[in-house]
């Protein structure tokens, strides 16, 4: 089997899977410390940095959004929702070190495995003509890229690459998750890295609709 069509497969399975994940959505929605609050370390930066195994501990006070601090949204892929579907996806004990950046209007986790980092970020865009140029062009800057068609895309663009790289495009939000620096079979399932991508971001997506 080659390795699209063993993508295509996982990226199917990934699918179903990723709908038993929602209920960890649901519940971690009011939790303190979600991404829909802000931490102590949330401030106004060009560029700022938060350890974010510290911060899912941090104060449930809500959040300003403003042109200079990411939105609830974004946050969420550091949050207390993202963190509890990784360690689900792949059967870890505790939840990943992860830390975060907000610069050039996107925001970016880094998860910390074993196996390598985990890499996903949201840019926000003014408006969705905007954010669809940024999505289109982020797909030339990545290369190999092919669309992701049928119930697989949720309904919304979407395309990936064979080595782990899955891009969504929602509203004005373009969610890129980045699994290139893993192993060639990750978890306990040993899914493909662009498969692991793909239910990562299923899950977020499954969020965000979740909250809006």
């Known amino acids: 089997m080659s390795k699209a069509n063993r993508n295509r497969n996982h990226l199917l399975g990934s699918l179903a899977v990723a709908s038993l994940l929602l209920s960890g959505c649901a519940a971690a929605a009011g939790a303190p410390g979600s991404a829909s609050t802000a931490s102590a370390s949330d401030s ?29 949204a974004a946050r969420m892929v550091c949050g207390p929702e993202t963190q509890d579907n990784v360690s689900e996806i792949l059967q870890l004990k505790a939840a990943p070190h992860s830390v975060s950046t907000w610069a050039d209007k996107t925001f970016t986790c880094t998860y910390h495995l074993a196996e390598g980092p985990l890499v996903i970020s949201v840019k926000e865009s003014a408006d969705p003509a905007s954010a669809r140029k940024y999505f289109d062009a982020l797909a030339g800057k990545i290369g190999g890229t092919e669309p992701i068609k049928g119930l697989a895309n949720l309904g ?26 893993l192993p060639a079979a990750v978890g306990p399932h040993g899914a493909t890295p662009t498969a692991f991508a793909y239910q990562v971001s299923t899950t977020i997506l499954a969020c965000w609709k979740e909250h809006h």
């Open 44 to 72: 106004p930066a060009t560029q700022h940095s938060v350890d974010h195994s510290a911060a899912a501990a941090s104060s449930a006070t809500p959040a300003t959004e403003s042109q200079d601090s990411p939105s609830g």
């Open 156 to 181: 919304f663009p979407a395309y990936q690459t064979d080595d782990g790289s899955v891009v969504f495009l929602k509203d004005n939000n373009t969610l890129y998750v980045n699994a290139t620096k």
